[in-house]
T-cell receptor, first 115, second 116 residues
Framework: GAGVSQTPSNKVTEKGKYVELRCDPI?????LYWYRQSLGQGPEFLIY????????DSGLPNDRFFAVRPEGSVSTLKIQRTERGDSAVYLC?????????????FGSGTQLSVL | AQKVTQAQTEISVVEKEDVTLDCVYETRDTTYYLFWYKQPPSGELVFLIR??????QNEISGRYSWNFQKSTSSFNFTITASQVVDSAVYFCALSTRGGGGNKLTFGTGTQLKVEL
């Protein structure tokens, strides 16, 4: 597609459940990023992939959060045992090579609501 | 550690007014990059501009202009003759060469409301 695509756009789940959020980056972009945006805040970095590998996962809040990018394209963010505090918009972005200073292209995000 | 401060939480202006959005950053790195993104109600962050730390030239793009001043660690954004379509949340962000890839640190954003 022309831009970064995220599915679903909205996800409502119950506390304790497992969720998966999908990101389809711009074709050919080797770098992929996940951010989390809480209401009234700026996006906060979660994890960065260079190709298939997680080059920096320092932003993942705890071990309930995990992300994969098995073929270097689509990525899935997985959250186990969801908590109400996980409710936020999860944004995915991609860039061509991951070079510092490169422009990031963002998707529209997945609004996650944990009841 | 990096930090970006956008002290203005919300600004309301009447159409055709000029408006400046402030951004102050902190970093110990000598090489860094500054960005402005626009987030309309649809939620997608739209890239507006990038500046590297070695280029202090101000830039103008149509009704938009940016003033980068290293002496005050500021990277302010001015919209001239604002329009209703400019209503959005605007984020200033910073990345450094020391970070992984292009990890951005965002400010908390400024909500701009342009009314008729």
């Amino acid at each position: 597609g022309a831009g970064v695509s995220q599915t679903p756009s909205n996800k409502v789940t119950e506390k304790g459940k497992y969720v998966e959020l999908r990101c389809d980056p711009i074709s050919g972009h080797t770098a992929l990023y996940w951010y989390r945006q809480s209401l009234g805040q700026g996006p906060e970095f979660l994890i960065y992939f260079q190709g298939t590998g997680a080059a920096d996962d320092s932003g993942l809040p705890n071990d309930r959060f995990f992300a994969v990018r098995p073929e270097g394209s689509v990525s899935t963010l997985k959250i186990q045992r969801t908590e109400r505090g996980d409710s936020a918009v999860y944004l995915c972005a991609s860039s061509q090579t991951g070079t510092p200073g490169e422009k990031l292209f963002f998707g529209s995000g997945t609004q996650l609501s944990v009841l | 550690a990096q930090k970006v401060t956008q002290a203005q939480t919300e600004i309301s202006v009447v159409e055709k007014e000029d408006v400046t959005l402030d951004c102050v950053y902190e970093t110990r790195d000598t090489t860094y990059y500054l960005f402005w993104y626009k987030q309309p109600p649809s939620g997608e962050l739209v890239f507006l501009i990038r500046r590297n730390s070695f280029d202090e030239q101000n830039e103008i793009s149509g009704r938009y202009s940016w003033n980068f001043q290293k002496s005050t660690s500021s990277f302010n954004f001015t919209i001239t003759a604002s329009q209703v379509v400019d209503s959005a949340v605007y984020f200033c962000a910073l990345s450094t060469r020391g970070g992984g890839g292009n990890k951005l640190t965002f400010g908390t954003g400024t909500q701009l409301k342009v009314e008729l």
